[in-house]
């Protein structure tokens, strides 16, 4: 019995870590981001469009797929470090604090969290066509 309570103690500390330890399969898709409106605004100044303000949350190692917004976004970081980047552009990793802009011809090729261990976030404000989709995916 002495021999067995070390032993099972050995194996919930195992299991425990185990449980709670993100481990990355090949097969595996990559966490998707979680997107939360704010605030939606129809802008009277300039018939047809709105103002859509929006959170995007990383989790670690998360990865969004090649797309445009057909809208003006401004990006800014408030936690973490993130990779973005448009075709034909330079990929940047930004830091809290840091901005980023897409314009509505752009094609979003790089956005991903810089971490494969630690979460990001980020506010994005978007100058759209009312009602547009907040992204269209680029096959």
């Known amino acids: 019995m002495q021999k067995i309570v070390p032993l099972l103690a050995l194996c919930a500390l195992f299991w425990g870590c185990a449980g709670k330890a993100k481990l ?7 966490a998707e981001a ?6 939606t605004k129809a802008l009277a100044d300039f018939p047809g469009k709105e103002a859509l303000l929006i ?6 190692g998360a990865v969004d797929p090649v797309h445009r917004h057909d809208a003006h976004a401004f990006v800014y970081v408030l936690e973490g470090s993130i990779v973005m980047g448009v ?16 314009g509505p011809d752009d094609i979003h090729t790089v956005g991903r969290n810089a ?14 066509p009312e009602g547009a989709p907040v ?4 096959e």
């Open 55 to 60: 959170t995007v949350d990383y989790p670690p």
């Open 24 to 30: 990355a399969h090949p097969d595996t898709a990559p």
């Open 87 to 102: 075709k034909g552009g330079q990929e940047v990793t930004l830091k809290p604090g840091q901005t980023f802009y897409e």
């Open 115 to 128: 971490s494969s261990t630690e979460p990001a976030k980020f506010l994005v404000l978007l100058i759209k």
């Open 135 to 138: 992204l269209v995916p680029i």
């Open 34 to 39: 979680a997107v939360t409106t704010l605030m």
